[in-house]
Protein backbone atom coordinates (compact mmCIF):
# COMPACT_ATOMS: atom_id res chain seq x y z
CA UNK A 1 0.00 0.00 0.00
CA UNK A 2 1.37 3.31 -0.95
CA UNK A 3 0.14 6.29 0.92
CA UNK A 4 -0.28 9.71 -1.20
CA UNK A 5 -0.58 12.97 0.92
CA UNK A 6 -1.02 16.46 -1.45
CA UNK A 7 -0.08 19.88 -0.26
CA UNK A 8 0.23 23.18 -1.14
CA UNK A 9 -3.14 24.43 -2.61
CA UNK A 10 -4.72 27.55 -1.85
CA UNK A 11 -6.03 30.75 -3.01
CA UNK A 12 -4.23 32.79 -5.29
CA UNK A 13 -4.61 35.81 -7.84
CA UNK A 14 -4.64 34.99 -12.05
CA UNK A 15 -0.86 35.50 -12.87
CA UNK A 16 0.40 34.42 -9.19
CA UNK A 17 2.19 30.77 -8.34
CA UNK A 18 1.73 28.16 -6.26
CA UNK A 19 4.15 24.96 -5.58
CA UNK A 20 1.72 21.76 -5.00
CA UNK A 21 3.61 18.62 -3.19
CA UNK A 22 3.12 15.19 -3.10
CA UNK A 23 4.74 12.72 -0.11
CA UNK A 24 4.76 9.69 -0.84
CA UNK A 25 5.33 6.77 1.84
CA UNK A 26 7.18 4.64 -0.47
CA UNK A 27 10.09 5.07 -3.17
CA UNK A 28 8.47 6.97 -6.39
CA UNK A 29 11.98 6.32 -8.60
CA UNK A 30 10.56 3.31 -10.42
CA UNK A 31 6.86 4.34 -11.04
CA UNK A 32 5.47 6.51 -13.25
CA UNK A 33 4.06 9.90 -11.24
CA UNK A 34 1.69 12.51 -12.25
CA UNK A 35 -0.76 15.32 -11.21
CA UNK A 36 -4.64 15.38 -12.34
CA UNK A 37 -6.81 17.97 -11.60
CA UNK A 38 -11.23 18.01 -11.66
CA UNK A 39 -13.19 20.95 -11.21
CA UNK A 40 -16.56 20.99 -9.89
CA UNK A 41 -19.29 19.15 -12.45
CA UNK A 42 -16.28 18.04 -14.59
CA UNK A 43 -14.16 14.74 -15.32
CA UNK A 44 -10.82 14.25 -13.37
CA UNK A 45 -8.24 15.91 -16.53
CA UNK A 46 -4.49 14.61 -16.75
CA UNK A 47 -2.53 17.60 -15.96
CA UNK A 48 1.52 16.40 -16.06
CA UNK A 49 3.33 13.17 -15.29
CA UNK A 50 6.54 12.28 -15.28
CA UNK A 51 7.79 8.68 -16.05
CA UNK A 52 10.05 6.45 -14.17
CA UNK A 53 13.14 7.51 -16.07
CA UNK A 54 12.59 11.29 -15.50
CA UNK A 55 10.64 12.26 -19.07
CA UNK A 56 8.30 14.97 -18.32
CA UNK A 57 4.38 15.38 -20.47
CA UNK A 58 1.64 18.07 -20.11
CA UNK A 59 -1.26 18.48 -21.01
CA UNK A 60 -1.67 21.63 -23.57
CA UNK A 61 -3.39 23.89 -21.34
CA UNK A 62 -0.51 23.94 -18.89
CA UNK A 63 2.54 23.53 -21.14
CA UNK A 64 5.06 26.13 -20.28
CA UNK A 65 3.31 27.55 -17.31
CA UNK A 66 3.57 24.24 -15.24
CA UNK A 67 6.31 22.21 -14.18
CA UNK A 68 6.41 18.28 -12.66
CA UNK A 69 9.41 17.44 -10.93
CA UNK A 70 10.44 14.91 -8.05
CA UNK A 71 12.66 14.42 -4.98
CA UNK A 72 13.77 10.75 -5.11
CA UNK A 73 15.79 11.35 -1.34
CA UNK A 74 12.20 12.85 -0.29
CA UNK A 75 9.42 10.33 -1.89
CA UNK A 76 8.63 13.51 -3.13
CA UNK A 77 6.37 14.51 -6.14
CA UNK A 78 5.97 18.80 -7.14
CA UNK A 79 3.87 20.71 -9.31
CA UNK A 80 5.23 24.35 -9.42
CA UNK A 81 2.40 26.71 -11.19
CA UNK A 82 2.97 29.74 -12.94
CA UNK A 83 0.80 32.05 -14.08
CA UNK A 84 -2.34 30.41 -12.99
CA UNK A 85 -5.55 31.70 -14.39
CA UNK A 86 -8.89 30.90 -13.13
CA UNK A 87 -10.03 28.14 -15.34
CA UNK A 88 -6.97 26.30 -13.43
CA UNK A 89 -9.43 26.00 -10.44
CA UNK A 90 -9.48 22.67 -9.39
CA UNK A 91 -8.97 20.08 -6.96
CA UNK A 92 -5.54 18.74 -7.80
CA UNK A 93 -4.86 15.04 -7.00
CA UNK A 94 -1.45 13.26 -7.43
CA UNK A 95 -0.95 9.79 -8.54
CA UNK A 96 1.52 7.19 -8.68
CA UNK A 97 1.36 4.10 -11.26
CA UNK A 98 3.22 1.08 -12.15
CA UNK A 99 1.40 -2.43 -10.92
CA UNK A 100 -0.98 -0.60 -9.45
CA UNK A 101 -2.48 3.13 -9.45
CA UNK A 102 -2.45 4.93 -6.12
CA UNK A 103 -4.14 8.40 -5.76
CA UNK A 104 -4.08 11.04 -2.93
CA UNK A 105 -6.75 12.75 -1.24
CA UNK A 106 -6.18 15.86 -3.59
CA UNK A 107 -5.42 19.99 -2.77
CA UNK A 108 -7.83 22.47 -3.41
CA UNK A 109 -6.73 25.51 -5.68
CA UNK A 110 -8.24 27.98 -6.62
CA UNK A 111 -7.48 31.03 -8.67
CA UNK A 112 -9.03 34.11 -8.44
CA UNK A 113 -9.33 37.02 -11.05
Known amino acids: QVQLVESGGGLVQAGGSLRLSCAAS???????MGWYRQAPGKERDWVAR???????YYADSVKGRFTISRDSVKNTLYLQMNSLKPEDTAMYYC????????WGQGTQVTVSS
Open 95 to 102: WRGGSQNY
Open 26 to 32: RSIYNNP
Open 50 to 56: ISSGGNT
